[in-house]
């Protein structure tokens, strides 16, 4: 079997088994949220649900196309030598599955946000602002991809049933690039986002692996990506036509499942202590970094109220000096808090990272 050509068989099982792995990880996630931890979901569980609903949807329409032959490694992506009656058939199935990829590529996206939102602070108003501002480019980057799916060619039945009465508006391999060219900014942005906040952030050894295997994932991922491009834009420019179509599915589905892996992982992170502790009732802790605070400082104690979860949300505007009394005032607090306390009160704010201690760092 060639290296670009493989069986229509074998796309199947590699998607049906990423499918599986990620329905795995999502079971453990939902068991620790549900059942160990007796929280309610996120809103990062609900959009992990739902990608995996879509990616599911992407495996049983290339499920289709094998039924009909055309999932075959002699086949290429313009579907030569099939009837006209098949060709229709195909690429209806190939319209469904275009959008639902994109929506599972962005949900996943958008399921690492919200973790993100857990992760990060509202003390830390300029990555929340950062934060949000991936938000809003996700969101502007999925309208984009659905609606030059949708309406590159008018009317819409010209996805599937192409006559003179169509109008091309643009070429199927713009449609491609700027597609493409959305997702990989979005996932280069996701990408580098945490790496700020792991700058300040102590961890436990296993806690720190299981953070490095998840960017080495991320990597792969990217690279996965990056791939599909270069082989689809390759065979453009030389004007041939030698992928088939199932090593473009193949491309896409690990593309595609590997996201969706790497969106599950981080709320697994308890599991590494359990598996060190040999304890269910334990919760890995997550610590940053202590810094030292003047003690000329007024206490923020006398300027804010209390906070949940050892954070504020304050319609006043912080100043340095603001950010370095409230730190002070935190750090007498998680003084006199014991740790399990501490542990429930982020379990009971439905977060996947305790923080223990925060600070302003001094030059």
């Known amino acids: 079997m060639a290296l670009n050509r493989p069986t229509g068989a074998t796309v199947i099982i590699v998607e049906w088994v990423l499918v599986l792995t990620a329905a795995v990880l999502i079971s453990a996630r939902l068991y620790l949220r549900l059942k160990i931890n007796s929280q309610s979901l996120t809103t990062s569980d609900v959009f ?17 196309n094998l039924s009909q032959g ?8 313009a579907l030569s030598g099939f009837s006209p009656e098949i060709v229709q058939a195909a690429m209806k199935t190939y319209f469904a599955s275009t959008l639902i990829i994109a929506t599972s590529f962005y949900l996943c996206k958008a399921a690492i946000l919200s973790f993100y939102f857990q ?35 008018v009317p819409v039945h010209c996805n599937w049933s192409f006559n003179d009465t169509c109008n091309v508006l ?17 996932d280069i942005f996701i990408f580098i986002f945490p790496l700020s906040i792991y700058r300040g952030i102590q961890m436990d050894r296993l806690v720190k692996i299981g953070v490095y295997l998840i960017f080495a994932l991320g990597v792969v991922n990217i690279s996965f990506c990056l791939s599909r491009f270069l082989m689809i834009e ?45 304890s269910r009732s ?27 979860g050892g954070f504020e949300a ?36 439905g977060s996947d990272v305790e923080l223990v201690d925060a600070g302003r760092q001094t030059n």
């Open 70 to 77: 055309v999932l075959n490694p002699d086949v290429d992506m």
């Open 170 to 186: 643009i070429s199927a391999m713009d449609i491609f690039r700027i597609g493409w060219a959305i997702q990989f900014a979005g």
């Open 234 to 278: 390759l065979d453009y420019v030389k004007g041939t036509k030698s992928s088939s179509l199932t090593l473009s599915a193949l491309w896409v589905d690990v593309d595609l499942n590997v996201g969706l892996i790497i969106a599950c992982l981080p709320s697994l992170r308890p599991y590494l202590r359990m598996m060190q502790s040999g």
């Open 282 to 308: 334990e919760t890995p802790e997550l610590e940053l970094n202590k810094h030292t605070v003047r003690k000329s400082r007024p206490s923020v104690k006398d300027r804010f109220p209390r906070s949940k």
């Open 119 to 153: 992760l990060v602070p509202p003390v830390l108003t300029t990555h929340r602002m950062v934060l949000w501002a991936l938000v809003a480019f996700t969101v502007l980057g999925y309208i984009v991809s659905i609606l030059i799916y949708v309406i590159w060619t």
């Open 314 to 349: 304050t319609n006043k505007s912080l100043t340095p000096l603001d950010l370095e009394a409230q730190a002070e005032w935190y750090h007498e607090y998680m003084s006199r808090t014991e740790p399990s306390n501490r542990a429930n009160s982020g379990r009971s704010l």
């Open 48 to 64: 992990v649900l739902l990608a995996w609903c879509t990616s599911a949807a992407y495996s049983s329409c290339d499920t289709i």
